[in-house]
């Protein structure tokens, strides 16, 4: 799916579900619905697409990464919205790039493999609301009757169960108006039973829980986070 143009639909321009089909350099304008809703997908990169005037101009993601990839607003041309479960699988990692700005409704990821979030200090990587308007603009497109709040959305599990690899190595990332249980995390950043990963020079603010959590873990570097 290349080069196509698609516009002024009563829905979202593109709707994927429970596939692995990729698509790039589309235009992608004005549906009244999200610029392309990837409902339980094979999370792939999405590259170069463009335009605005959508419902919602972003992408609606839920699914799991089967296969290395990286997630990137500058690569997909549109910022990604998680809007559920997002799983990666063991083995397999998810990147997401310095300055990238992921926004969550309700929604929870759990890295049964490798997860690297490489921010630096004048390009974090923030994970927020939805509602949150103060970083990657007023994405839900309701100007100001929504705000931000603790619980928006759920957590970050990183989960070394079972012999999966359970990494995550996260530096210079803003976390803030998670913490909702999706099945019992009680926190915000939650590293279970792991034994390598780092998270550092981060911030973890605004969870209607607890902010960080490590249960039966060794070896998590843990330092200047704020």
């Not at 700005?101 to 927020?128: A, D, H, Q, R, W």
């Not at 759920?154 to 989960?159: A, F, G, K, Q």
Request: hydrophobic content about 30%.
């Amino acid at each position: 799916v290349d080069n196509n143009t698609i516009s002024n639909n009563n829905g979202s321009g593109i709707l994927n579900n429970s596939s692995d089909v990729n698509f790039s350099n589309c235009e992608i304008s004005n549906n009244s619905s999200w610029a392309a809703t990837l409902d339980n997908v094979s999370v792939l990169d999405y590259p170069g697409n463009s335009g605005n005037g959508n419902g919602y101009d972003a992408f609606s993601l839920t699914g799991t990464v089967s296969q290395d990839v990286t997630i990137s607003s500058t690569q997909s041309g549109f910022p990604f919205v998680i809007n559920g479960l997002l799983t990666v699988n063991d083995a397999v990692s998810l990147t997401f790039p310095a300055g990238e700005i992921i926004k969550l409704n309700s929604g929870n990821i759990k890295v049964n493999g490798s997860l690297y979030c490489m921010g630096t200090e004048s390009e974090p990587i923030t994970f927020t609301s939805f509602k949150d308007d103060s970083v990657g603009g007023d994405l839900n497109n309701d100007q100001t009757q929504s705000t931000p709040a603790p619980g928006n959305w759920r957590t970050l599990t990183v989960n070394g169960t079972s012999n999966n690899d359970g990494i995550a190595i996260i530096d210079h990332t803003v976390f803030r108006y998670g913490g909702a249980n999706y099945s019992g995390e009680s926190s915000m950043v939650y590293f279970t039973q792991c034994d390598q990963g780092e998270i550092k020079n981060s911030t973890i603010e605004f969870s209607s829980q607890n902010g960080m959590r490590f249960y039966l873990g060794s070896d998590i570097v843990v330092d200047n986070n704020t």
